[in-house]
């Protein structure tokens, strides 16, 4: 079952199209990466869901049904731009903020302590946000769109501003969300977190959907026969007709190597003749990185629209 489709999306800005027919599945209970350079369209996309604005063509469903007004209580969002009050003090926007979402001053107050202490941030809450760093203000931001128990729950780059400690902070929360129940989209640049995290993504490129999936899938499509060898000989000579070394060092009493197979070979006619050589340590085929993914993608395409 989907939780947000899309269909056809077309949205147009004077003379610059934004999102060209483009059509999404979002499943309930997943993480789902909505990557591309910037410009490509993904917060357009991500405003259209959220009904900030609306789709010149094509159409948004939620829950199994066209998308109504009334859902927006229903999505929580952190816009890559935030939105709050730099003169306020911290706890008295977050307060306002939940009772916009449907909560009453009570709910809102017990499920913020709640968070600003699970966050260690309660000596926060009666400062104003402008005495706050970008890394703080962003945890709390992050409470406030997350505070209402939001069935949809959209990240426009919700990494930014954040040090390595605080973005596995985030990174965890947003698996204990997905673990709940909830269903998240977000919008990143940062894709070591999307093999992570992400169950499906979408790469939106000059308007277009142009790669779309599931994480593991699509980094097994894209592999290209490089395995990394370790074995405990001094040097790896390559096998004619098995494969071609890319790169070996020397790590303490192993010899560590990429090598490529050649296509017409199988893995393991590959580790069997490994096997009749070498006295192997380990043996694993590298995947790309969903960085080399995202990379070849997007270069890829811009070679065939040149």
């Known amino acids: 079952m989907y939780l947000v489709e899309t269909?056809?999306?077309?949205?147009?800005?004077?003379?610059?199209?934004?999102?060209d027919d483009v059509s999404l599945k979002v499943g309930k209970g997943r993480i789902f990466g909505l990557l591309g350079p910037n410009g490509a369209g993904k917060t357009t996309l991500i405003r259209i869901i959220n009904r900030i604005t609306a789709p010149d063509e094509g159409s948004v469903s939620f829950d199994g049904r066209p998308s109504l007004p009334t859902d927006i209580f229903r999505i929580g969002y952190l816009p890559e731009e935030r939105g709050l009050y730099k003169k306020m003090k911290v706890g008295e926007q977050a307060i306002y903020f939940a009772r916009l979402k449907g909560l009453s001053a009570a709910e809102a107050r017990k499920r913020l302590t709640e968070w600003f202490e699970k966050f260690e941030i309660m000596s926060w809450w009666n400062k104003q946000l402008e005495e706050l760093s970008k890394g703080m203000q962003q945890k709390v931001q992050f409470i406030i769109t997350v505070v209402h128990q939001p069935d949809l729950l959209?990240?426009?780059?919700?990494?930014?501003?954040?040090?390595?400690?605080?973005?596995?902070?985030?990174?965890?929360?947003?698996?204990?969300?997905?673990?709940?129940g909830h269903t998240l989209i977000f919008s990143t640049h940062n894709m070591a977190s999307v093999e992570e995290i992400c169950d499906e993504i979408a790469l939106i490129n000059q308007a277009k959907v142009v790669l779309e999936g599931n994480v593991q899938d699509i980094r097994t499509r894209f592999k290209n026969n490089t395995f990394r060898l370790c074995v405990t000989e001094e040097h790896i000579e390559p096998l004619p007709g098995l494969f071609t070394l890319i790169s070996e060092e020397k790590t303490g009493i192993y010899t560590e190597a990429r090598i490529r197979k050649e296509s017409c070979i199988s893995n393991s006619d590959l580790l069997s003749a490994l096997a009749k050589q070498y006295n192997i340590h380990s043996f694993n085929e590298e995947l790309p990185s969903m960085n080399d993914v995202f990379i070849k993608t997007v270069t890829n395409q811009l070679k065939i629209e040149s």
Do not use: C
């Not at 269909?7 to 999102?19: C, P, T």
């Not at 990240?155 to 673990?179: R, T, V, W, Y």
């Open 154 to 180: 959209i990240f426009d780059e919700p990494f930014s501003g954040f040090d390595p400690i605080n973005a596995e902070l985030l990174k965890n929360e947003m698996l204990e969300l997905k673990k709940a």
């Open 7 to 19: 269909e056809n999306i077309v949205k147009q800005f004077a003379n610059h199209r934004a999102l």
